[in-house]
């Protein structure tokens, strides 16, 4: 039921996702969801986020695992090109279900808000670590991250505004080297 509701709040928003159609998408008893979300569709909601967090922060083992060497602009490129796939393949209907409940939720949901900046910091957090590994100083890394997430957010909205993925292959090309930059070569010696 997590994952559908993710799934539907991705795609429609938090507002337009009802219980119901949630209880559908994941072919579950309606029944169900008072008894696994008793605090309703704010903790389903709450919890939705939090698993989208915990996938993207997932995925970046993933993504290091496929690439050789790794480097910053490969990362990056990985982060987007997953959206860029799916676009080409399913056209530009659906977002990421953390910016979306921060969009309806942030200012009449504090839970929601809350469970949204957890969910960007549980994302945050591995692709910081992947930079520091690849030679990025660690107290740099974490505003690296931040600026590689944000700025994927940003182009994914212009891609589904303008249902084009040129804005994803923009932010590719143009700040790849700015990350690749960052890299501090290892000493010799």
Known sequence: M???AAQLI??????????RDVAEHAQAPRGSLQHYFPGGKEQLVNEA????????GRRI???LAAMDPPTPSGLFAAMIGQWTDEMDAMGYGSGCPVAAATVDCSHTAASTRAAAAD???TWNAPVAGALTAMGVPAERAPALAT???????GALLMARAQEDVGPLRTVVRELGPL???AVVPASGG
Not at 10 to 19: E, F, K, N
């Open 119 to 121: 969910a960007f910091a």
């Open 147 to 153: 600026l590689m997430i944000s700025t994927l957010e």
């Open 61 to 63: 083992d993933r993504f």
């Open 10 to 19: 991705r795609r429609d928003g938090v507002g337009a996702t009802g219980m």
């Open 49 to 56: 986020v939090a698993w989208a967090g915990r996938y993207a």
């Open 179 to 181: 990350l690749d930059a």
């Open 2 to 4: 997590v994952f559908s």
